[in-house]
């Protein structure tokens, strides 16, 4: 069992940065892949970023590739998503998942956090 809690969400102007944190409960975090996926108003949940257990792999989808950053230490039962150069379409709750393998798919990840909204103006 995983219990997942987000924080760092707010409100940043456009080209701003903001750090997501995901803290995990439970001793068997570091068997964990970890996504974070977030969701707009009226709009599917979409895949951001992804990193493996050991945090040797990383995946992003291209809409934030080469702007955020995933990174984890597993000693700390944390993941961060560092977002740099916001756009007003990053604005949405952001979640945090654990899954057994990485993976962009929302439906292989087993636990879920309650997400933090991010609000980027314009």
């Known amino acids: 069992q995983v219990q997942l809690v987000e924080s760092g969400g707010g409100l940043v102007q456009a080209g701003g940065s903001l750090r997501l944190s995901c803290a995990a409960s439970g001793r068997t975090f570091s068997s964990y892949a970890m996504g974070w996926f977030r969701q707009a108003p009226g709009k599917e949940r979409e895949f951001v970023a992804a990193?493996?257990?050991?945090?040797?792999?990383?995946y992003y989808a291209d809409s934030v590739k080469g702007r955020f950053t995933v990174s984890r230490d597993n000693a700390k039962n944390t993941v961060w998503l560092q977002m740099n150069s916001l756009k007003p379409e990053d604005t949405a709750a952001y979640y945090c998942?654990?899954?057994?393998?990485?993976?962009?798919?929302?439906?292989?990840?087993?636990?879920w956090g309650q997400g933090t909204q991010v609000t980027v103006s314009s």
């Open positions: 998942a654990a899954s057994r393998s990485i993976t962009l798919w929302a439906r292989d990840y087993d636990y």
């Open positions: 990193i493996s257990w050991a945090g040797g792999s990383a």
